[in-house]
């Protein structure tokens, strides 16, 4: 008989495990996104995909089939590079992926990385991604 695993707490909503796309290298400290067939891969500026957060640990799936490795991704809030046009202006408002480490205003042809929370005198900017 099988035990219903129902109501078990797995991974909450701070860490979250994916199935990484064939072909991918990902890096730690990376922002990971989840592709239209749900796999993960890193970050460039593409439209239709989803931001899921920054990876935890290095994975090297570039021999691999897809699914054939998981990885580890964060959500929360982390600080990510300011492709130069996000200001003070932008709290609280989305903001787009430009590449792995970096976020935009620039919304043609990318996705919604996730909520500007803090634009930094260096200009580094805080992004929740939930």
Known sequence: ??????????????IINIPVKAGEEILQAELVV?????YAKVAVAEANVKA??????YVDNRN??????????????????NA??????????PC???D??????EDTGTSVAGTILEVDKDKSVTVEFK
């Open 52 to 57: 899921a957060g920054i990876s935890q640990k």
């Open 1 to 14: 008989m099988k035990m219903s695993r129902a109501g078990n707490e797995r991974t909450g909503n701070k």
């Open 96 to 98: 787009y992926i430009k």
């Open 84 to 93: 130069g046009d996000i200001t003070n202006r932008d709290i609280l408002k």
């Open 100 to 105: 792995s480490v970096t976020v935009t205003m």
């Open 34 to 38: 989840i592709d239209e067939n749900g």
């Open 64 to 81: 691999g089939e897809d699914g054939e490795v998981t990885i580890e991704v964060r959500r929360g809030a982390f600080v990510m590079e």
